[in-house]
């Protein structure tokens, strides 16, 4: 098993990741993509001052679930700060982690709300809103040492829940990029699609478990509901307890 970093260290180690991830310059297109919306606003939030910055993972240090989705809403965590705060799929997801014990409260406005996770964090492949939610390929690949080096410092990590089809195959690219893996064939993405990834010496066992994203498009149109999502959640935490 991974060897358990001392608290303090590993708040301070996240702390100093998230502060680099902020001040990240690696995309100049999403950077300029992001201080243009944050200039301009949109008018409902017009008196707001907008994040538009890229943003860091939050949630528990001791986690052993890594909530993991695409990037940031150009006018969700863009403006808010903090992944899936300020928008339509953080007001389907945050409801359902409160239901599963993983969320303090069952609303998440503002990265001041008083939110916490338990036993949960939350990142994105993307730490910047892209246009048209849709990151490039290269973009995606220069946001992924970030991610790497936040999965080193969760020594408690056992399962990844991945949020949509790009999520799961970022985080595939990880295991294959460090190791875990040889290869990602046979691993294909289906909403309650779970897989194995094999204890290495030092390494606890993970799993990975996948999920349509909480987008408007998925749940307006009853592709994704609170049952079907509640249920990703109720197994993550089982599948923690047995790795």
């Known amino acids: 098993m ?9 708040a301070a180690a996240l702390a100093a990741l998230s502060q680099r991830i902020i001040a990240c310059e690696r995309c100049p297109r999403l950077r300029e993509y992001c ?39 150009a006018h969700g965590s863009n403006r808010t700060g903090r992944n899936f705060t300020g928008d339509g799929s953080g007001d389907f997801l945050f409801p359902t982690l409160y239901e599963a014990g993983y969320a303090s409260q069952p609303r998440s406005v503002s990265r001041d709300d008083g939110m916490q996770l338990h036993g949960m964090r939350i990142n994105a492949m993307a730490r910047c809103a892209p246009p048209d939610n849709k990151p490039l390929p290269q973009e995606l690949r220069n946001c992924s040492a970030w991610f790497d080096e936040e999965v080193a410092l969760l020594p408690r990590l056992r399962v990844f829940v991945c949020l949509g089809k790009i999520a799961f ?11 875990r893996l040889e290869w990602r064939a046979g691993f294909t993405f289906a909403h309650g699609a779970e897989f194995t990834v094999p204890a290495q010496e030092g390494k606890a066992q993970w799993r990975v478990l996948a999920s349509y994203h909480p987008s408007l498009q998925n749940t ?6 609170r049952p079907m999502f509640l249920k990703i959640f109720q197994r993550a935490r089982e599948l923690a307890s047995l790795c």
């Not at 195959?169 to 190791?179: A, K, P």
């Open 169 to 179: 195959d970022g985080v595939m690219s990880h295991l294959v990029r460090s190791g």
């Open 35 to 73: 201080a243009e919306v944050a200039r301009v606003r949109r008018r409902a939030y017009r008196d707001q001052e907008y994040w538009g910055r890229p943003v860091p993972s939050f949630g528990d240090p001791d986690a052993s679930v890594l909530l993991v989705g695409l990037a940031p809403g």
């Open 2 to 10: 991974a060897r358990k970093l001392q608290p303090q260290n590993q």
């Open 220 to 225: 307006n149109t009853g592709r994704l509901t």
